[in-house]
């Protein structure tokens, strides 16, 4: 079983786009009005840098996910939007999920699906964030989930963990009936690019018997951009507000005489916002198609 309107957000490889992907496509949600939460599983908790709060060690969610204490919230991380913090602790997550299983406790799918369900009711939107190479944290998301993202990069590693994840996908499957494959995005590449989208297509076909779909926005490659947004805790669609304040403060050290500083390194990002909003449009609307599927089967 799994926890309504859920999404993991996985691959097999890290540094492929996944955590701006959650928190992009879930910021936008929010910013359109749904109650949104994310939930980063990743002992990395690279949520934190995206969305500008202070680094957390993981630990509360640890103690959550191993005993009944509820998930720790960060309430109002942005407006309609909260966070369950990523951190260090969590990579004895899976050691310690796994003693529990082994002496007949629930395994890690089980108490995630739990805590989430406690939750649900407050959220038009869960996104799982989940650690790039952890089969039993990733096989949990996926349990609770509804659907799963996959971004990947045009390097055949990042293709050969778009494999792996498809390979987990599959596996889950019987045990979590629900689960759909929402789709594969195309991460730091060029909207030209289509034999990266047939390679991505080929690779997927041998493990789930037909092609995946692949969301038709691509994120374009703006490494300034990027690191504007880590650097200041702002996504993507917020750096345009950053950069008016950047331009006023730029304009008043001039006419002081002093030498402006610490200014944003992109010019302009507003086509990588575009590429977001359009990318959170598609997962949304896929996602909703998802489950008239499922309501129509049932």
Not at 55 to 64: F, K, R, V
Not at 93 to 122: F, P
Not at 124 to 147: C, F, M, N, Q, Y
Not at 180 to 192: C, D, P
């Amino acid at each position: 079983m799994s926890v309504n309107r859920t999404i993991a957000v996985a691959q097999g490889k890290g540094g492929v786009g996944k955590t701006s992907l959650v928190c992009n496509v879930a910021g936008l949600a929010a910013a359109a009005g749904s109650r949104v939460l994310i939930v980063d599983l990743d002992q990395q908790g690279n949520v934190a840098r995206d969305l500008g709060y202070k680094p957390d060690s993981g630990e509360e969610l640890l103690t959550s996910l191993i005993t009944g204490a509820p998930l720790p919230l960060l309430v109002g991380v942005r407006d309609r939007l909260d966070v369950v913090a990523g951190g260090p602790a969590l990579g004895d997550l899976a050691a310690v999920m796994t003693g529990r299983a082994q002496r007949g406790a629930g395994d890690l799918g089980d108490v995630l699906e739990r805590k989430l369900s406690d939750v649900a009711s407050d959220y038009d939107l869960i996104v799982l964030d989940t650690p790039p190479g952890d089969r039993i944290v990733v096989t949990a998301a996926l349990a609770a989930s509804r659907a799963v993202v996959i971004p990947t990069r045009s390097d055949e590693a990042s293709l050969d963990g778009v494999t792996r994840i498809a390979e987990r996908f599959m596996e889950v499957r019987a045990r979590n009936p629900h689960l759909r494959l929402a789709g594969v995005v195309l991460f730091a590449i060029s909207s030209r690019t289509t034999r990266l989208e047939r390679d991505v297509r080929r690779s997927l076909e041998g493990v789930l018997g037909d092609a995946a779909p692949v969301f038709d926005t691509r994120i374009r490659h703006l490494d300034s951009a990027a690191a504007d947004a880590r650097r200041r805790g702002l996504l993507v669609h917020e750096l345009e507000q950053a950069a008016i304040g950047d331009r006023v403060a730029r304009i008043d050290a001039l006419r002081q005489g002093s030498t402006p500083t610490g200014g944003l390194y992109a010019r302009d990002s507003s086509g990588l916002a575009g590429d977001y909003a359009n990318l959170a449009q598609e997962i949304l609307t896929r996602v909703v198609q998802l489950e008239q599927e499922m309501a129509t089967v049932s």
